[in-house]
């Protein structure tokens, strides 16, 4: 029996890349899934592999952006599963741009699908929590704002900077309610760095120098596994904190 036997996990962005790695990492450990993203087909064909695990799992169409959206995954969510025990706040559009390059539109739909969607998620799966005596919420943000250099990550680091300031403020407002919150800054081979190591693979080489460990992440074994780490039992005392998963790249202070 898995460490999650019995949980229920909403996971947005889990058609594909590292979302879909933490709910495989996810299933395998018991949970049931609901995989919230997008574009319809990959979140079937990932319920489908989740389903050959031996887990539950259910695809819900989200758009981040949308509040009504938002309102309907949680709510078929609980009425599929029961309730949500586990909340992963993954899905979010944005990436290196210069400061003079970047639209008003493209700065606020970063925070459209960044820390306003993880507000709206967190706030809406807050009543279902409590109501089954706890539950454990999962932001993933980025190493970004203590890069070496900040040239080009500007936006995109104060998107993830307030996803992590809202992780705070959840973990210290619900903990009396057992609801235990805490991010994650993954280097992990999503579809987006696989597709720039292939166009840009001197720089991707580079890259991968600076990781102590000699790698980037691989999506379910090492920030899946490590996502159902957090929301277990077994890390029932740690709240509010932001976990690097980047083999030792970022220096955190």
């Given at each position: ?35 919230a ?23 819900i169409r ?14 078929h969510?609980?009425?599929?599963f ?13 990436g ?12 606020q ?10 507000l ?24 970004a ?7 080009n ?9 307030a ?6 403020a ?24 696989k ?6 693979p ?15 992440g691989?999506?379910e ?33």
């Open positions: 029996m898995g460490r999650l036997q019995g949980k229920i996990a909403l996971i947005t962005g889990a058609g594909q890349g590292v979302g879909q790695g933490i709910a495989f990492a996810l299933a395998k450990e018991g949970a049931a899934i609901a995989v993203g997008r574009t319809e087909d990959k979140l079937i064909a990932t319920c489908e592999q989740i389903k050959g695990f031996g887990a539950h799992a259910v695809p989200c758009d981040v952006t949308s509040a009504d959206d938002i309102t309907h995954a949680v709510a969510t609980v009425e599929t029961g309730g949500v025990d586990i909340l992963v706040n993954n899905a979010n559009d944005g290196p741009m210069r400061l003079l390059d970047a639209t008003d539109e493209y700065f739909k970063g925070f459209d699908t960044g820390p306003m969607a993880t709206r998620l967190m706030r809406a799966c807050y009543p279902h929590m409590a109501a089954r005596g706890g539950g454990a919420i999962v932001n993933l943000v980025s190493s704002a203590v890069r070496w250099d900040a040239a990550y500007g936006i995109y680091a104060a998107v993830k900077e996803m992590r300031s809202l992780t705070r959840a973990a210290s407002e619900w903990g009396r309610d057992n609801i235990r919150v805490n991010a994650v800054a993954p280097h992990a081979l999503s579809p987006g760095l597709w720039w190591t292939e166009k840009h001197e720089e991707a080489a580079e890259f991968v120098k600076t990781i102590p460990l000699g790698r980037v691989e999506c074994e090492d920030i899946g596994r490590a996502v159902a780490f957090l929301v277990s039992a077994d890390a029932g005392y740690l709240t509010g904190a932001t976990i690097p998963l980047d083999g030792g790249q970022a220096r955190w202070c």
